[in-house]
């Protein structure tokens, strides 16, 4: 029950208010209001931590604070802000720096804030932010403080309101004012009397037919039309008018004969009127024979389906192989799809160069070929000559004996001379791609000696693409 009844205070206090202020603007007021000055927890704070004051719950007691009473002064500048002055006086020993005083004394504090408020006077709540300057006395001496925080405003009736704000004052005048916290609630009433509530006017659009018997009371119009005008003078009211600025006809509801795909040509002469098009078509688009979206004055191949990029003509496919030109790895060779358009290599072919790969070999711990490998080398180079169209990819692999750095070196070189010997046999070298690996990709153990001779290899690869 007790949450019900919160939460029904808590709607009540943030709808606008029933009485409503018309302005929005804070009027004048004037208030008094009861106040504590709060030195001790601001210096337990700058002491320790403000998180320990909190939690050891050193925060000031009521009898360690001094009270006292001040007279308000408020004036609204904006909708969501107003300045406030106030004048406030209180009994205490203040703890002024390097001073100290036996006995309670008179201060006189005055001071100048900017409220920003979170909502309008027409809310009954109205939270808000204060940042302004104070000044002081103090027996004979004075001081300035930089009062900031936070308050709340409550108009609990048409004429007056309280108020409560709580302000952290940090000292501008160090040798003579000293932090401290000030809490305040007060109430503050209006000055003046409250404005009168506005006339209703009885003629809303000023075209001197009177409300009551004007029968379009918001916009002007002659008497003659009860009121209401007709601004494009095709002899339809623009009340009943769907076109007011337009001259039209009464079967369109004093609208022009539509254009519904807005073209130029309006319906009643338009052979497509749901989709733009041109006069010389009557209003149709550009027609598209091959439905492949450009239409046939751009079209290059208006009843054959393409792409823009070849001006409605398919993708070229040169060799003829039914792979397009695009997907087609051997554009001017015909191939199969399966090789992405690129002739199968016979598996004799294949054949020969795998017996050349495995009798490729070298000088031990060096890239030179031994004259065992020629035989296999000359083959393939009459493989490249008799086949221009083929590329060849040559890899070098070693086995792990030795560092890293000096098989990968290897590796390299070896692929290399038997590229260098291919060339030497009329290959071009640019249709050679030499690449050494070293031990990175062994096809068998290295823990046998076995194993470690099926890694020490050179791979051949022929293709018709790199």
């Known amino acids: 029950m007790k949450k019900i009844l919160s939460a029904l205070i808590a709607l009540y206090l943030l709808v606008p208010a029933s009485y409503g202020q018309e302005d929005e603007i804070r009027p004048k007021a004037l208030g008094i209001s009861f106040f504590?000055?709060?030195?001790?927890?601001?210096?337990?704070?700058?002491?320790?931590?403000?998180?320990?004051?909190?939690?050891d719950k050193k925060l000031a007691k009521l009898s360690e604070m001094s009270p006292g009473l001040a007279i308000n002064y408020f004036?609204?500048?904006?909708?969501?802000?107003?300045?406030?002055?106030?004048?406030?006086?209180?009994?205490?020993?203040?703890?002024?720096?390097?001073?100290?005083?036996?006995?309670d004394k008179l201060l006189l504090e005055a001071s100048a804030a900017v409220n920003l408020k979170m909502m309008t006077e027409k809310y009954w709540v109205q939270p808000y932010l204060t940042l302004g300057v104070s000044g002081h006395k103090y027996l004979n001496y004075y001081g300035a403080n930089l009062p900031l925080g936070v308050g709340l405003k409550i108009n609990f009736i048409d004429e007056a309101h309280l108020f409560i704000n709580s302000t952290y004052r940090v000292p501008l005048t160090t040798e003579t004012s000293n932090y401290h916290l000030q809490h305040a609630i007060g109430v503050a009433a209006r000055l003046g009397k409250k404005p009168e509530p506005k006339v209703v006017v009885l003629d809303r659009d000023g075209d001197g037919v009177p409300d009551n018997v004007d029968a379009c009371p918001d916009v002007p119009g002659p008497a003659a039309t009860q009121g209401c005008p007709d601004r494009d003078g095709d002899g339809i009211l623009d009340k009943d008018d769907k076109c007011p600025d337009v001259k039209g006809l009464a079967k369109y509801q004093g609208c022009p004969i539509p254009d519904t795909d807005k073209d130029g040509i309006n319906d009643e002469e338009d052979k497509c009127p749901t989709v733009p098009g041109l006069?010389?078509?009557?209003?149709?688009?550009?027609?598209?024979?091959?439905?492949?979206?450009?239409?046939?004055?751009?079209?290059?191949?208006?009843?054959?389906?393409?792409?823009?990029?070849?001006?409605?003509?398919?993708?070229?496919?040169?060799?003829?192989?039914?792979?397009?030109?695009?997907?087609?790895?051997?554009?001017?060779?015909?191939?199969?799809?399966?090789?992405?358009?690129?002739?199968i290599i016979p598996e004799e072919i294949k054949k020969r160069i795998s017996v050349a790969a495995k009798n490729i070999l070298f000088e031990t711990g060096?890239?030179?070929?031994?004259?065992?490998?020629?035989?296999?080398?000359?083959?393939?180079?009459?493989?490249?000559?008799?086949?221009?169209?083929?590329?060849?990819?040559?890899?070098?692999?070693?086995?792990?004996?030795?560092?890293?750095?000096?098989?990968?070196?290897?590796?390299?070189?070896?692929?290399?001379?038997?590229?260098?010997?291919?060339?030497?046999?009329?290959?071009?070298?640019?249709?050679?791609?030499?690449?050494?690996?070293?031990?990175?990709?062994?096809?068998a153990t290295n823990n046998t000696a076995a194993g470690r001779q099926q890694n020490r290899r050179s791979e051949l690869t022929l293709s018709y693409y790199k």
């Open 36 to 55: 504590v000055n709060d030195f001790v927890t601001p210096a337990r704070i700058r002491s320790s931590s403000l998180v320990k004051v909190l939690a």
């Open 279 to 343: 006069a010389r078509y009557q209003g149709c688009p550009i027609p598209d024979t091959d439905k492949d979206g450009i239409n046939d004055e751009e079209d290059k191949c208006p009843t054959v389906p393409g792409v823009a990029r070849y001006q409605g003509c398919p993708i070229p496919d040169s060799d003829g192989d039914g792979v397009n030109d695009e997907e087609d790895k051997c554009p001017k060779l015909k191939g199969v799809p399966e090789n992405q358009g690129c002739p």
């Open 366 to 443: 060096k890239s030179i070929l031994r004259t065992s490998s020629f035989k296999g080398l000359n083959d393939v180079a009459k493989i490249m000559s008799e086949n221009p169209e083929i590329e060849l990819a040559i890899d070098g692999h070693t086995d792990n004996v030795g560092a890293d750095a000096y098989n990968q070196t290897l590796s390299e070189n070896r692929a290399n001379a038997v590229k260098k010997y291919l060339v030497s046999k009329g290959v071009d070298e640019s249709r050679i791609a030499a690449t050494g690996y070293g031990e990175t990709k062994p096809i």
């Open 75 to 103: 004036k609204g500048i904006r909708k969501h802000m107003d300045y406030a002055l106030s004048l406030g006086g209180t009994f205490l020993r203040y703890p002024m720096p390097n001073k100290s005083f036996g006995t």
